[in-house]
């Protein structure tokens, strides 16, 4: 079946040490967002990627960092920098103009312990 | 830029009563519109989305919602809930001119919460 693969679905980090979060995706979609949800607060935009080996920064990128090497890969790392980490991430990816429909994965909850 | 407002936090509702759910948003530039639902620990699923045409959009679930530009609203509607849509209601955003590929933008959810 196709769909968003996330990995993890629950993570923790010790203060200052670094986290990778995987996302892969056999939609054979172009694009690639990572959202963070924190309670009532709704979803807020990390990090998309509209192509390969290219992306932007969302409203929230300060203390994360993404890369997109491959068209079904698009992990985030979680850096040390990152203040108040501990929240659920969720990954998304849509095929592009003029479908916008965002296919979600299952998250990863990462908790800074 | 975009903003997204939901204007209830929880709505509980009796099983087999009718429910809205409010969304209003605000922006500079023409939008696409989105209903999302979440179930406790998963991802989101898209309830039904306006992109353009007829202003009633019927989605999954028995869910339809009306797009009012004068208003800038994008309200969910159900005739009759069940328990099992228990859940997290997301209203989302994106620009039309740039064909919605620069991500979404959330309004902070609304809690449905079915009582027997």
């Known amino acids: 079946d196709g769909g968003i693969t996330q990995s993890p679905k629950y993570l923790f980090r010790k203060e200052g040490q670094n986290v990778t979060l995987s996302c892969e995706q056999n939609l054979n979609h172009d694009a690639m967002y990572w959202y963070r949800q924190d309670p009532g607060q709704g979803l807020r935009l990390i990090y998309y990627?509209?192509?390969?080996?290219?992306?932007q920064k969302g409203d929230i990128a300060e203390g994360y960092s993404v890369s997109r090497e491959k068209k079904e890969s698009f992990p985030l790392t979680v850096t040390s920098a990152q203040k108040n980490p501990t929240a659920f991430y969720l990954c998304a990816s849509t095929l592009g103009q003029p479908n916008t429909e965002a296919f979600f994965g299952q998250g990863t909850r990462l908790t800074v312990v | 830029a975009q903003s997204v407002t939901q204007l209830d936090s929880q709505v509980p509702v009796f099983e087999e009563a009718p429910v809205e759910l409010r969304c209003n948003y605000s922006s500079s530039v023409s939008v696409y519109l989105f209903w999302y639902v979440q179930y406790p620990n998963q991802g989101l699923q898209l309830l039904l989305k306006y992109l353009s045409g007829s202003t009633l959009v019927k989605g999954i679930n028995g869910f339809e919602a009306e797009f009012n530009k004068s208003q800038t609203s994008f309200h969910l509607r159900k005739p009759s809930v069940h328990i099992s849509d228990t859940a997290e209601y997301f209203c989302a955003v994106s620009d039309r001119a740039r064909g919605g590929a620069d991500g979404l933008t959330f309004g902070k959810g609304t809690h449905l919460i079915i009582q027997p």
């Open positions: 990627s509209q192509i390969v080996n290219d992306f």
